[in-house]
């Protein structure tokens, strides 16, 4: 009787049956490899899109045309009574001076050619000067080279986005000033340098002058208010529910709006500190410490929810060990379970730092979109960061203002890569293994 009418398989039948099954799976496993493979290029073909978009718009914003020109810095002129006080300064003719030396340069006569003269350089010309006769009055009296910032539209057609062949009157800028720029240009008196006002300049209306340095201090306010509040409580949240609470109804229903928390929109804190802060306590709108107080509510479940699961990653034989050799469960946990649980607990508080600070719709609904031009000294302090800076900027319609969003952009994800590198090299430092 056959193998068939027995009911069994001949071995070279299974054999063969087993090979086909094989070379199914691994079929299967190598197109879902290659599925997994497209995947990742696809990935990466957007992020690198978006770099790419952000570097070639940014890289030219970290710079801007300036004029040198030879300045006759006349003290009867800039210092009108004599003490060399800031008032003095400001009742001072700054600007007469500056534009002298700029008839000179460009050769300007008239008043309709003084005027389109006048409207090449930038209208911080004269905070430059004056910042440089006080920090050095010694130049007073002297004729000194000294660089300035030109206007945004002049820069804009420096850079060729505003062109030649264009009819006048569509046109930011008329012939005549043309005219003045090609002489200036001619003379070597123009140059594209490091734009220094992007990296200490503050907020200003006019694209030339704007920086990020009010909008970055703002940010590290905000930052240092999120950590002191956000930090201490996570971690004591965290050792609490795991090590010291009760199982029962009370602490679960805690442990799930925790977890919920942590998917709450961001715009909710904020509607939250609105309605509270500074609806109910009356506290100042825009001011780092407020913000500080809604992204430390919002970074709070990120930082409990780490921090439980690196305390869950200590080996329970370190608490046995402590347990044995006569320490209390304060003990055990102060002196042995917190200090190894530290690098995922600082690991997930740098990440959820590194969320907050790109974070901008809670902090809009505090008021930290005003515009605000001084520098914050304190918490207390009006001031901005910098994600709503860059949300200001890109509603703007000036060119340079694009660049320099860009170039915020770079600046903002260069904090972030440095902070989540930050958690990579404490966690390898602090990590221990068993």
């Known amino acids: 009787m056959s193998d068939v009418t027995k009911g069994r398989i001949s071995p070279d039948v299974a054999a063969s049956r087993v090979a086909a099954g094989l070379a199914a799976r691994r079929s299967k496993e190598k197109r879902f490899q290659l599925y997994g493979k497209i995947a990742i290029g696809i990935a990466l073909a957007f992020l690198v899109t978006l770099f790419v978009s952000i570097f070639s718009k940014g890289i030219p914003g970290f710079f801007q045309h300036y004029v040198t020109l030879e300045v006759t810095l006349d003290r009867a002129k800039l210092d009108p009574a004599g003490d060399l006080s800031v008032q003095s300064l400001y009742d001072g003719d700054a600007r007469g001076v500056i534009r002298k030396a700029l008839y000179e340069a460009t050769g300007a006569s008239g008043r309709s050619g003084r005027k389109a003269a006048g409207k090449i350089i930038s209208g911080g010309a004269e905070q430059r000067l004056r910042e440089a006769v006080l920090n050095d009055p010694s130049i007073l009296d002297t004729t000194q080279s000294m660089t300035f910032a030109v206007d945004d539209d002049v820069d804009s ?33 123009i140059s594209f340098q490091f734009s220094d006002y992007l990296i200490f300049g503050s907020a200003s209306r006019n694209a030339e002058m704007a920086g ?82 809604v992204l430390a509510l919002m ?45 995922g607990m600082l690991t997930g508080t740098i990440i959820g730092m590194a969320q907050a600070l790109g974070e901008t719709a809670p902090l809009l609904m505090i008021g930290m979109v005003a515009f605000i031009v001084d520098v914050p000294g304190s918490v207390t302090d009006p001031g901005t960061v910098l994600p709503v800076q860059i949300f200001m900027w890109a509603d703007f319609a000036e060119r340079m203002f694009v660049l320099k969003t860009s170039a915020a952009i770079m600046v903002l994800l260069a904090f972030l890569i440095l902070m989540n590198a930050a958690a990579i090299i404490i966690r390898k430092k602090l990590e221990r293994r068993w």
């Open 157 to 189: 057609f420096l850079r060729g986005f505003i062109k030649r062949e264009t009819p006048e009157k569509d046109r930011r800028i008329n012939d005549r000033m043309i005219g003045y720029i090609d002489t200036l240009t001619e003379q070597g008196l």
């Open 299 to 343: 970074t709070l479940p990120t930082i409990i929810i780490s921090s439980r699961a690196a305390i869950r990653a200590v080996p329970p034989s370190i608490r046995d060990a402590a347990l044995g050799v006569g320490a209390s469960r304060m003990q055990t946990m102060l002196h042995h379970v917190v200090p190894l649980a530290m690098p």
């Open 212 to 293: 990020i340095f009010g909008a970055l201090i703002g940010s590290i306010l905000t930052l240092a208010v999120c950590l002191v509040l956000s930090f201490p409580m996570g971690v004591a949240t965290a050792v609490y529910l795991e090590e010291f609470a009760p199982k029962n109804r009370v602490t679960e229903l805690i442990e799930i709006n925790i977890n919920n928390l942590a998917a709450v929109p961001s715009v909710v804190f904020g509607i939250l500190g609105l309605a509270i802060f500074i609806g109910i306590f009356g506290m100042p709108r825009s001011i780092p410490l407020i913000g500080g107080v």
